[in-house]
């Protein structure tokens, strides 16, 4: 990850036996690169949540890193001019009472195609339908496969602070493809959803980006006040 302070080549010395010597990294030029780069970053990212022990310091790293990209990193979905003074997404604090297991259970077969632009149609798959957040958050969610090459788990929500509090057309919880995954599948078919990590589409802070919103049938009447917020 890159600040927009740093210069665009990075010295870093060596360790033991190598003191004076200077190792350089170029930020790539090619766009595609500078892509691959971000989406390792992120895939890092997640991988380190998952294995971490902690998960409030977790969720500390997750913030950090996300702020560190969208400052300065050329694949930010802020636009350039807007990055001057920026301090990175605004985020809910973090609440433990948000972090909650729920079951997987069967669902109706379902399959939604949206447009997305430039990349043409994006088809979802319904999959599974949680089990365990009515109580806690006034609904259930269904979780989709995105079909096409590769494929990858997506779980878009809205709430009761969609449109005031936070972004209209909803926030995030996964995007495997993306390399948003929290990895919390459990052997008996539960998983653990933590929505101190929900975000912002990119399309959010942009129109240069189309992206996939959050059905109807995935809004909960309760307020998720954990994740990205309005600032």
Known sequence: MFDEAESQVIATTTGSGGEGK???KERPVNSIEQLWEWRQTIADLYCNIRTSEDPAIAWQTWCDTRSQLFRGHPQSPIEAQDRQG????AVFPYDP???LTVRLEETREERITVATGADGELTMRAFARTGGLQD???GELTLYWIE???G???LPFTDSTSGNETYGGGRYLLDTIKGADLGTLRPDGSAILDFNFAYFPSCSYSSRYVCPLAPSGNRLRGAVRGG???G
């Open 22 to 24: 200077v190792l350089q």
């Open 86 to 89: 920026y301090q990175g997404p």
């Open 97 to 99: 009472s948000l972090r």
């Open 136 to 138: 806690v958050l006034g």
């Open 148 to 150: 096409g090459y590769g």
């Open 152 to 154: 990858g788990v997506f």
């Open 228 to 230: 990205e917020r309005w």
